[in-house]
Nanobody, 119 residues
Framework: VQLQASGGGLVQAGGSLRLSCAAS????????MGWYRQAPGKQRELVAR???????NYADSAKGRFTISRDNAKKTVYLQMNSLKPGDTAVYSC??????????????WGQGTQVTVSS
């Protein structure tokens, strides 16, 4: 199983970016998918997550600005980030709770993608 993230980059404050993360491999079921971020010198924090049924959770810092969505057929999760602030600068990593066969679950992680917001 692999998760491939894309979409990071450099953007000015107030701008937008869309991150994508696609899962591939021998996958039976995907439950929750989401994004964490880690800024230099700070702890990793959950940004947003979405269940297979579409239920979402957001960090307070992301509410009203970020939108998480997923395409179950494509095994892909998206993070639309609007009104970006310099404080959003971090490495963003996607994860997914995946079952590779009945009853066997594990968390899988994609490679981080850098998001840099300039003031």
């Amino acid at each position: 199983v692999q998760l491939q993230a894309s979409g990071g980059g450099l953007v000015q404050a107030g701008g937008s970016l869309r991150l994508s993360c696609a899962a591939s491999g021998s996958i039976f079921v995907i439950e929750s998918m989401g994004w964490y971020r880690q800024a230099p010198g700070k702890q990793r924090e959950l940004v947003a997550r979405i269940t297979s049924g579409g239920r979402t959770n957001y960090a307070d810092s992301a509410k009203g600005r970020f939108t998480i969505s997923r395409d179950n057929a494509k095994k892909t999760v998206y993070l639309q980030m609007n009104s970006l602030k310099p404080g959003d600068t971090a490495v963003y990593s996607c994860y997914a709770d995946i079952s590779v066969s009945a009853g066997i679950w594990a968390d899988y992680w994609g490679q981080g993608t850098q998001v840099t917001v300039s003031s």
